[in-house]
């Protein structure tokens, strides 16, 4: 039997307006799995990341100067904690630094970036800085991560809302604090095949549930070129999966599709991953998005165009509730409440304390 789950989303900053929408899940073993994780998540009551949630609407609430607001929050918080010759941030982060005409400041998102990998360290191996800081400097190493994604997406969805409409391409991330990993099945780890990079519009993706880039993101990030001692220590390959899940809300990008500039790319990265020593046919690897479900786009929103869609949730990207037949799970709080980055920090404590032993 198809299992369903339902999304009740509201207005961050009217919570009496609300709208929901139905996920029907892939009657797959990684669908299964997923659905599995996802009940025993709500169960768990597990607390919803909601600051990093709705990502490429180009007219969030959230807007760059509030995220560049909170980004000099999460610096100010690392830089009081530690001492300066210890670790300083000395970047300052504002829509005129953060913005290179209508592009993202790339140097300045890839030291950010590059901030937080230093201080948080990795899975296997958390940083001594990270195992020394007090809860409120370990809640912000988190958010420099959260917030230089969020803010390089909204500027380029805000770059395609003025030069192409059509290519604005928002997503949705839905993660909790907490959440347990499970080891991904070796038997369904994937090969390379140029169609498992495809985005549909409305389809649910698993969610990279660690830290780390994929080959295929050193591959965009890098250009193309060829991999050294450094970018091979940013890899990872997907070994867990989680009840978490990622929502594209965007239009279709499939190989040998309408834009011919996917199916150049998948082809380059093959031909990448072959001259860098990576065998395609290696499931080791775990290569693309792992498909999980398809929102029903049609009976949720009484319409298919991508734009009205949009519209539709423009004004409410908060998550209220997850809804299944086993279990229902409530998240009645927001990003624009006062206390709410209090609220995380209370229940990312025992994790926090756990990493602090070593």
């Not at 990265?269 to 999980?292: A, C, S, T």
């Not at 929103?301 to 279990?327: C, K, Q, S």
Request: charged residues 25%; proline residues 4%; negative net charge.
């Amino acid at each position: 039997m198809t299992q369903s789950v339902k999304i009740v989303l509201r207005n961050p900053l009217r919570k009496s307006d609300t709208l929901d929408y139905t996920i029907k899940v892939n009657d797959s073993y990684i669908g299964r799995l997923w659905y599995d994780a996802l009940v025993d998540l709500l169960r768990r009551n597990n607390y919803l990341e909601k600051n990093f949630c709705f990502l490429g609407f180009p007219d969030s609430a959230r807007d760059l100067e509030y995220i560049c607001s909170e980004l000099e929050w999460a610096k100010n918080k690392i830089n009081t904690f530690f001492d300066p010759s210890d670790y300083y941030i000395g970047q300052k982060f504002s829509p005129t630094t953060m913005r290179d005409g209508l592009d993202p400041n790339q140097a300045l998102m890839n030291v950010l970036h590059n901030h937080f990998e230093h201080l948080q360290g990795t899975v296997g191996g958390l940083s001594d800085w990270y195992k020394r800081a007090d809860y409120e400097t370990k809640f912000a190493i988190r958010q420099l991560n959260n917030l230089c994604h969020e803010a390089e997406s909204l500027m380029l969805s805000q770059r395609k809302k003025a030069e192409a409409p059509q290519w604005i391409r928002p997503s949705q991330i839905t993660t909790f604090l907490n959440a347990p990993r499970l080891e991904f099945p070796n038997t369904y780890k994937q090969t390379y095949a140029e169609h498992r990079y495809d985005r549909r519009f409305g389809y649910v993706y698993l969610h990279w549930a660690q830290i780390g880039k994929t080959l295929y993101e050193v591959y965009i990030d890098e250009n193309g070129a060829d991999i050294d001692q450094t970018t091979c220590d940013a890899i990872t390959h997907l070994k867990y999966y989680s009840g978490e899940f990622d929502i594209e809300w965007a239009r279709n990008v499939t190989f040998d599709g309408p834009y011919p500039w996917h199916t150049e790319r998948m082809k380059g990265f093959k031909d990448w991953l072959v001259r860098n020593g990576f065998d395609p046919m290696d499931r080791q690897y775990n290569f693309g998005y792992h498909e999980i479900g398809q929102v029903d786009i049609l009976n949720s929103f009484g319409t298919t165009e991508h734009e009205d869609v949009w519209a539709i949730m423009n004004n409410h990207l908060d998550i209220y509730r997850i809804e299944t037949p086993e279990v229902t799970a409530t998240y009645d709080y927001a990003w624009a409440d006062p206390d709410y980055y209090q609220q995380q920090i209370e229940r990312l404590k025992a994790g926090y304390d756990y990493s602090s032993r070593g």
